[in-house]
């Protein structure tokens, strides 16, 4: 009797091992599977094609798709509620997913966060340099590009095709990235226009169509030949500068099929360096990194081929900014004023240096104000 | 409904309605007639179901391809089933806002500014609580507060409707907006988390704060809050002299007044009670799902949710089924996306087409002699 008792309770236990065991073994199969044969899950905010943030993300997933062995699946239009939660859980459980791309700023606290903790065998990585290395899960992590290094040759490209001398910038909201790429375009155009400014309007949200063509008018009737900007979808911005027959300079993804006269460049991201490290790494068998940023030194960021308002000068000049920037030479060549005239940058700063992240100031020669 | 008990023999029942017999054929002819209810708003999804097809079929897609994807993707699996029930349960709270009101004889369309402001003044109410009192009186409170902060700013449309004799619809669909903007200039401004720079949220509840899943389920226990209200006001409308004098109210405003109803009162109450469904759900988003309030909580489920009632005729009881309709929908939409190729637009069309057809299929209502009793075809 008590034999049978014990070996009764043996098999149990024997059983909940090899349970135990087949558990791992599907962690480690699936990690397996994930180095011969990558899925990526993709979500975006936005409309894939919205000639903007969204678009700069699927143009670099449509280059990771002809990576060999991996595979992509992509939702979009996925607002920032439990909607996304939802969405990258079924591609960890219906597509097997070993690899998630989170490209909206909201989706990172709790829902990647909470989702990387329930999944520990999936790698999540998100779009904005949040990630916390002493509180956030150790599969998690954040990617993100310095894009005003690519707005700086904007600058320097703008600087030597305006004729009168004034730039005019549509900003989202007065928030340090924003502000970084104005400045930057300042200081380009300043590299190779002494007398360049940069006026600026501030329209107070990232998606307000209206009021960015508004403010687009504005700034060509108070005499700006240029016109760029910092919104989620430069597409009513660069039309509107096309249709009032001036120059423009493009933002987060390609403009050049909205402005085939004006076109100057334009500012991009260039995720796909990211993407194909990231698939590479998990092919090799390695944890991609936790945390990327950087610009043009490391290849993050890219400016859309010359279009038909580029001078010859300007492209050379610009061409050679980017050999710049690669070898990290500085933009924020201190000391610098802001516009109301106080001391803000004390000396030279690296192109990645967090002093600079916390920038909340516009630079002298900008007109506009951050409140 | 075919193994319904067989209907009465002859008209002769219907004039003598005495003993068990007749109470069961009094059930045969409800049923009967019931049965209209249930089989139209089906060929309904039917009709739209096939329009879908040759859509698909007209854009190169193979529409057995879509229903095999709906299907693992909204139902198929125990994932996915959850997926969907979660998805439903902010529809079910914001379609009661919207059916309740109905049968008053409103049409209050507010729900998504109640679930806003009702979330918000949840979260908001939290901040001087956490960690101060323990979390299950905290989450009762907030819940209360959210509910009752929904139910006054519908309760707002209500009593101009009553009082000022304001269009309800247009009330209550421009108090949303006013909501919402109340809501982002206090996360903006004043309650702003400022160790959250980039994304305007007020302070985060904390995880001891918040509000768990249904045991043994990944589903929160909104879902379950919603079913349970589905019930109650169920029994509240059709089982009181409350919701009798309501109903009596919205079928004839003029005879009610007559006859000394407080039509005042049942108004702004119905329209409260209906805000107090909003608000709540608004009280799940914050503390079941995005542990704070911000932009995010506008997301469209007050807006979903008249659909749902219109599709649940404005009957509690259908609200459950139809809303967990439409969170398969949406939930397997995600699939679709990925698997077909297809833009999220997709599902948005099959919702347009089940929406449109379900709304002209209104007019066939009593025009099938099958569903109508016996004792009218014998009289003609």
């Given amino acids: ?371 | 409904m075919s193994d319904a008990p067989a209907t009465p023999s002859s008209a002769s029942d219907l004039i003598q309605p005495v003993g068990p017999k007749a109470a069961r054929s009094d059930l045969a002819l409800r049923l009967r007639a019931n049965s209209e209810y249930v089989a139209i708003p089906l060929l309904a999804i039917a009709i739209a179901s096939a329009l879908f097809a040759v859509f698909l079929i007209a854009i190169g897609k193979s529409p057995l391809d879509f229903v095999s994807y709906v299907w693992r993707g909204g139902f198929g699996t125990a994932f996915s089933f959850q997926n969907t029930l979660q998805r439903s349960a902010p529809l079910i709270l914001t379609a009661l806002a919207v059916a309740i009101p109905a049968r008053i004889g409103l049409i209050m369309i507010g729900g998504e500014g109640a679930l806003v402001l009702g979330g918000f003044a949840a979260a908001a109410l939290a901040i001087p609580m956490i960690g101060v009192l323990p979390p299950i009186v905290a989450l009762v409170l907030m819940a209360i507060f959210a509910m009752l902060t929904g139910g006054f700013w519908v309760g707002i449309a209500g009593f101009l409707r009553y009082a000022r004799g304001v269009n309800e619809t247009i009330s209550s669909l421009l108090l949303t907006y006013i909501g919402i903007a109340i809501m982002n200039f206090f996360v903006e401004g004043a309650l702003r988390d400022l160790s959250n720079p980039n994304k305007p949220s007020t302070k985060p509840l904390g995880d001891a704060y918040m509000v768990g899943k249904i045991p043994g389920t990944d589903v929160h226990w909104g879902f379950a809050a919603g079913i349970l209200l589905c019930i109650l006001i169920y029994l509240l409308l059709e089982r009181t002299t409350f919701g009798f004098a309501a109903r009596v109210t919205g079928g004839n405003y003029r005879a009610a007044l007559a006859q000394g109803l407080p039509v005042g009162k049942l108004i702004v109450a119905f329209s409260g009670i209906a805000g107090a469904c909003a608000g709540l759900a608004g009280f799940f988003e914050v503390a079941a799902i995005q542990g704070r309030a911000n932009a995010s909580l506008a997301a469209g489920y007050g807006f979903t949710g008249i659909l749902v009632s219109f599709l649940a005729r404005h009957n509690p009881l259908v609200i459950p089924p139809v809303a967990i309709l439409f969170g398969g929908i949406v939930a397997a939409g995600g699939l679709v996306q990925r698997r077909m190729e297809l833009p999220d637009a997709t599902v948005q069309v099959l919702e347009g087409f089940i929406f449109v057809v379900l709304l002209t299929s209104e007019t066939l209502y009593g025009r099938f002699s099958i569903f109508k009793p016996t004792a009218s075809k014998d009289r003609t």
């Fill in chain 1, 1 to 371: 009797m008590s034999g049978s008792e014990i070996s009764r309770r043996t098999l149990i236990k024997t059983t909940a091992l090899g349970l135990a065991g087949a558990t791992l073994n599907i962690g480690a199969m699936r990690r397996a599977l994930a180095a011969g044969d990558l899925t990526v899950g993709v979500v975006y905010v936005g409309a894939r094609d919205d000639f903007g943030w969204n678009q700069a993300h699927a143009v670099a997933i449509k280059a990771l798709k002809e990576v060999p062995g991996v595979k992509v699946v992509e939702e979009e239009n996925v607002p920032e509620t439990d909607a996304v939660s939802k969405s990258m859980e079924s591609m960890v459980n219906l597509d097997g997913a070993g690899l998630i791309l989170a490209t909206s700023f909201g989706y990172y606290t709790p829902f990647v966060v909470d989702l990387a903790k329930k999944y520990p065998d999936v790698e999540f990585r998100h779009a904005a340099p949040l990630w916390n290395k002493d509180k956030d899960p150790k599969n998690a992590g954040s990617y993100f590009g310095y894009l005003n290094q690519a707005h700086y040759i904007n600058g320097v490209a703008a600087g030597l095709a305006t004729k009168k001398n004034k730039i005019g910038f549509v900003a989202a909201k007065p928030i340090a990235s924003v502000l970084s790429n104005i400045n930057s375009v300042l200081l380009g155009a300043r590299s190779t226009n002494p007398n360049a400014t940069v006026q600026v309007i501030f329209t107070g949200d990232w998606s307000m169509p209206v009021r960015e063509a508004e403010a687009a008018n504005a700034l060509v009737d108070a005499g700006c030949d240029v016109i760029t900007c910092h919104v989620d979808g430069p597409k009513v911005v660069i039309e509107t500068a096309e249709k009032r027959g001036v120059m423009s300079c493009g933002h987060n993804a390609s403009q050049a099929p909205l402005a085939p006269k004006g076109l100057i460049t334009g500012a991009e991201y260039k995720w796909e360096t990211i993407y194909k490290g990231y698939a590479a790494d998990l092919a090799a068998g390695k944890n991609p990194p936790n945390f990327l940023t950087g610009g043009y030194e490391v290849d993050f960021v890219r400016n859309t081929p010359f279009g038909a308002s580029a001078t010859p000068e300007a492209q050379k000049a610009a061409l050679a900014a980017i050999e710049g920037l690669k070898a990290k030479k500085p933009i924020y060549v201190g000391p610098l004023k802001d516009n109301k005239g106080k001391l803000v940058i004390d000396k030279t700063y690296d192109n990645l240096d967090p002093f600079l992240d916390k920038m909340d100031y516009l630079l002298e020669g900008v007109s506009g104000s951050t409140t």
